[in-house]
């Protein structure tokens, strides 16, 4: 089993490797977003919706869609054809926690760019979404191929729940300020770092 300084090793390790992809990401967001044109026929709500939704479709094929074709080659392949035969090589480990993985942010990065897109205003920042759209299917191959190397290495696609969660804090500061102003805004924003420092107090 391993012993306190064993894990504390690889969390360094994995703090190091999500420092590094952060700092790619960013780039490479931001290297997209001058690079796309603008998209055009986005003036109503409903349009940018239906961007929001090509990108949550291309997403999900290339991310979630992938993980379960990878698990069930897997099965049809080797003793794990019975899932309930206890049968469970590492590789198929692995590839059922980046499943589980994608699965939950996926559903706070579609959220994030529905909102998101609802609130941008012009062909411009529109190059917003297919921008992070690309950017978060990449950290969540590197999620995954990191996973395989070592469970530190997994912080290499650190950045996708990033995303996600900057997203979802926009949109949410931008309903805070419909309903109240600057001041909804930063209630909203408070609120939420309240909770992450209830929770990094109750696990340190």
């Given at each position: 089993?391993?012993?306190?300084?064993?894990?504390?090793?690889?969390?360094?390790?994995?703090?190091?490797?999500?420092?590094?992809?952060?700092?790619?990401?960013?780039v490479?967001?931001f290297?997209?977003?001058?690079?796309?044109?603008p998209?055009?026929?986005?003036?109503?709500?409903?349009?940018?919706?239906?961007?929001?939704?090509?990108?949550?479709?291309?997403?999900?094929?290339?991310?979630?869609?992938?993980?379960?074709?990878?698990?069930?080659?897997?099965?049809?392949?080797?003793n794990?054809?019975?899932?309930?035969?206890?049968?469970?090589?590492?590789r198929?480990?692995?590839?059922?926690?980046?499943?589980?993985?994608?699965?939950?942010?996926?559903?706070?990065?579609?959220?994030?760019?529905?909102?998101?897109?609802?609130?941008?205003?012009s062909?411009?920042?529109?190059?917003?979404?297919?921008?992070?759209?690309?950017?978060?299917?990449?950290?969540?191959?590197?999620?995954?191929?990191?996973?395989?190397?070592?469970?530190?290495?997994?912080?290499?696609?650190?950045?996708?729940?990033?995303?996600?969660?900057?997203?979802?804090?926009?949109?949410?500061?931008?309903?805070?300020?419909?309903?109240?102003?600057t001041?909804?805004?930063?209630?909203?924003?408070?609120?939420?770092?309240?909770?992450?420092?209830?929770?990094?107090?109750?696990?340190?």
């Amino acid at each position: 089993m391993p012993s306190k300084a064993d894990w504390r090793v690889q969390r360094r390790s994995g703090m190091a490797a999500i420092a590094i992809a952060m700092v790619v990401s960013l780039v490479l967001w931001f290297a997209l977003y001058r690079v796309l044109p603008p998209l055009t026929g986005v003036g109503s709500v409903g349009a940018k919706l239906l961007i929001a939704l090509k990108c949550t479709a291309v997403a999900t094929l290339f991310c979630l869609v992938a993980g379960i074709e990878a698990i069930a080659h897997e099965r049809l392949q080797s003793n794990a054809f019975d899932p309930l035969a206890g049968h469970q090589t590492k590789r198929l480990a692995v590839n059922q926690r980046y499943l589980q993985n994608t699965l939950e942010q996926l559903v706070v990065f579609a959220v994030g760019l529905f909102g998101l897109a609802a609130y941008l205003d012009s062909g411009e920042t529109m190059r917003a979404l297919p921008a992070t759209t690309a950017v978060w299917t990449l950290n969540r191959y590197a999620f995954w191929i990191g996973y395989h190397r070592s469970a530190a290495m997994r912080g290499l696609g650190a950045p996708s729940m990033a995303i996600g969660l900057v997203m979802l804090i926009y949109v949410v500061a931008r309903i805070g300020e419909d309903l109240a102003g600057t001041a909804g805004a930063a209630i909203a924003i408070l609120a939420f770092l309240a909770i992450e420092a209830m929770l990094f107090w109750k696990t340190r």
